[in-house]
């Protein structure tokens, strides 16, 4: 092991547009889509996608801007120490890493759920039911051996991360032509699918969740310390991976539609497989979509490792979490700590079954769109109090695309809370968020134990 503090950058364009994209595009789309559709329709569930997506625009050029002007490792926390000091930052920060952990244990569950589709026969051993489903001994043991490979994965190097990445990219895409294309020959030739579902109340329903669809391109400014680009070409790919994500999840919602009828889209656990299946003719295309959700699955695990890791080695360099997080790997230059730390974490969540996936979902949604707020008005503070910083990748009117996030990230966190329709659902994601933000004060509360000066940066 190794004290020296120093990433070395070795990502290019490919893998920084693969990572983002790849985060962005896990399972939700295979396992999510009739839950989108059940809730707010076909239309009304693009509509929303195509709406927090805009949103996600917003947020996004604030993050092009500061990550091109700020090419560090750590990225919101960078951000936010400079412009609003180490409490906001902390709190900021410690949002996101909610977030990242929990996609990661989302991944870890869906997973076996993804391979019992597959191979339904892989469900063996019966342990427990949480939330009125069966938890099996053999779900648990893929998810953690799965949890165990991708952590070894990053623990050797964000290289060989990359690659991984852009292979399963790859998988994604050619699944998404094989949708795109059996929609446009689906036997249906017209949508039976309601357009539109409870109406506003129904859109809402879906874009509380979007944010954590969304939830990915903030890996690249994550991973700024081991990028090899120009600053500028940062900030451009950063938006890129953004539009690559919405017109996916519209073109997913669209072939459902286009494929399904409301009778099967009921009795479907994974509507888009069913979906491919249905528009090819052929079970063999179903299995192929879930295959590519496998990989998204894969990608999407891998990237916020790469990005949760990052996240606490920049609190634990700061001085905020013990130093041991702010530590690299003398060989591979990784945060080892982290990296395990999020590992653990990820392998702990198929213990508690698949009703978990929409509380890890709902929980990160909100944790997200908090340290969104933290960047925005970030972004805001330092166009102000630091005009001259160079900025290689500077936003056109920066007044008013800070103001619009800050607007939009204020819009969206309200919906979250107790008075709203579509609110965090108690006891068990308020319990998340609670429970989190208790460790964090906890931890925060304690930083002068490991840190003499509130610095670790001669770790």
């Not at 528009?279 to 949760?308: C, E, H, R, T």
């Not at 509360?445 to 670790?456: E, I, K, L, Q, V």
């Amino acid at each position: 092991m190794t004290t020296e503090s120093s990433f070395v950058r070795v990502l290019g364009r490919r893998d920084v547009l693969t990572l983002a994209f790849g985060a962005m595009i896990g399972w939700s789309w295979i396992v999510l889509t009739a839950e989108w559709i059940g809730r707010a329709g076909w239309l009304g569930a693009a509509g929303a996608f195509v709406i927090g997506g805009v949103a996600m625009i917003f947020i996004g050029l604030t993050y092009a801007e500061l990550a091109a002007a700020m090419p560090e490792a750590g990225g919101e926390h960078v951000y936010s120490l400079r412009a609003l000091g180490p409490v906001w930052s902390y709190v900021c920060t410690w949002a996101l890493l909610l977030a990242y952990v929990s996609v990661a244990a989302f991944e870890a569950v869906a997973l076996p759920t993804a391979l019992s589709y597959l191979a339904p026969g892989i469900r063996q051993f019966p342990l427990w039911t949480i939330g009125g489903w069966q938890v099996y001994a053999t779900e648990i043991a893929i998810g953690v051996a799965a949890a165990f490979c991708i952590t070894l994965i990053n623990l050797l190097g964000v290289r060989l991360a990359a690659v991984v990445q852009a292979a399963v990219t790859v998988v994604i895409l050619l699944a998404g032509v094989l949708l795109a294309t059996g929609a446009f020959f689906s036997p249906l030739q017209s949508v039976e699918l309601p357009g539109f579902v409870d109406g506003a109340t129904g859109m809402l329903g879906v874009l509380v969740m979007v944010p954590m669809m969304f939830v990915g391109f903030d890996v690249i400014p994550q991973s700024a310390g081991e990028i090899d680009l120009p600053s500028r070409m940062i900030g451009v790919l950063l938006i890129a991976a953004v539009l690559m994500a919405i017109a996916w999840y519209v073109l997913v919602i669209g072939a459902v539609a286009f494929t399904l009828d409301s009778d099967s889209l009921s009795r479907s656990s994974l509507a888009t497989a069913d979906a491919g299946a249905s528009g090819w003719g052929s079970p063999v295309a179903g299995k192929v979509v879930v295959l590519a959700g496998v990989a998204g699955i894969l990608s999407s695990w891998n990237a916020f490792v790469v990005g949760g890791s990052r996240v606490l080695y920049a609190l634990a360099h700061s001085g905020m979490l013990p130093p041991l997080f702010a530590r690299l790997h003398q060989r591979h230059r990784t945060p080892y700590a982290a990296v395990l730390l999020i590992g653990v974490l990820a392998a702990i969540a198929p213990f508690f079954g698949r009703t978990t996936m929409v509380w890890f979902v709902d929980a990160g949604s909100f944790a997200v769109v908090i340290a969104y707020l933290f960047v925005a008005v970030s972004f805001l503070v330092l166009r102000r109090r630091e005009p001259d910083m160079p900025r290689p990748y500077r936003v056109r009117g920066g007044t008013v695309v800070g103001t619009t996030a800050v607007a939009l990230c204020i819009l969206l966190a309200l919906l979250y809370l107790p008075w709203s329709p579509v609110a965090l659902v108690w006891p068990y994601e308020w319990a998340m968020v609670l429970g989190w933000a208790a460790l964090g004060g906890l931890l925060f509360a304690s930083r002068n134990w490991w840190s003499r000066d509130g610095s670790a940066s001669s770790l």
